[in-house]
């Protein structure tokens, strides 16, 4: 799992979650910490231009007030919709 630094405490939780790593007291990061803490933000980046696309639909920014049965089918068209756009589909 990728997070953000927002979720710093979630290592506990899930032992295969990715945070960056942040600068200790009174010493800087080394590069190979800011290369890590780069590349981290290059995964991330894209997972959160899609889900701001998503969000556009409404599908994910506001309350469903459909059935919940019809969700996810209404999910995977407004993704595969997402694809098409990007010519992926």
Known sequence: MLADSGYQGLSKLHAK?????KKPRQAQLTEAQKQSNRELARRRVVVEHVIRSLKIFRILAERYRNRRKR??????????????ELGLG
Request: proline content about 5%; cysteine-free.
């Open 71 to 84: 969700f996810s089918l209404r999910f995977n068209l407004i993704a595969g919709l997402h694809n098409y």
């Open 17 to 21: 979650s990715q945070t960056p790593q």
